[in-house]
């Protein structure tokens, strides 16, 4: 997806537009919870591609919504180097949009954490929070 700047501000709430489009971070532990679709599919606040299972979802006790693994060809995962640091960056790959980090320190059994912003997840209605 091609939208302009303008576009995606229109769409997004302004919490939404900084995380999936300026690659911010919300804060831990908001409080809200991101329901998935009647499918268990949690979607793309901007796109509404189907990225997570509610399968893979788990509590990390990190504060934000985390999972051990995306759904098929959903996601891309660059390098990202913004702290300093090379952290591996979770991006939608219908419209680009930022979603959050992947670590190597999940549960077992492929030990993955899909650390998302939660503002980033549509909620169950596909409208975004």
């Avoid at 390098?79 to 300093?84: E, M, N, Q």
């Avoid at 190597?104 to 997840?121: E, T, V």
Wanted: net charge neutral.
């Amino acid at each position: 997806m091609t939208w302009t700047d303008e576009a995606w501000r229109a769409q997004l709430t302004p919490e939404q537009y900084r995380v999936l489009r300026r690659k911010g971070t919300e804060a831990p532990f908001r409080g809200e919870e991101v329901v998935p679709d009647a499918q268990g599919v949690y979607r793309c606040a901007a796109c509404a591609a189907g990225l997570f299972s509610v399968d893979a979802k788990f509590d990390s006790g990190t504060g934000w919504p985390s999972f051990t693994e995306s759904e098929p060809h959903q996601v891309e995962l660059p390098r990202d180097y913004k702290l300093g640091i090379p952290r591996t960056e979770v991006l939608c790959r219908r419209c680009g949009g930022h979603l959050g980090h992947v670590f190597n320190d999940g549960p077992a059994l492929g030990r993955k954490r899909y650390c998302i912003n939660g503002c980033a997840l549509a909620a169950g209605d596909g409208q975004g929070r």
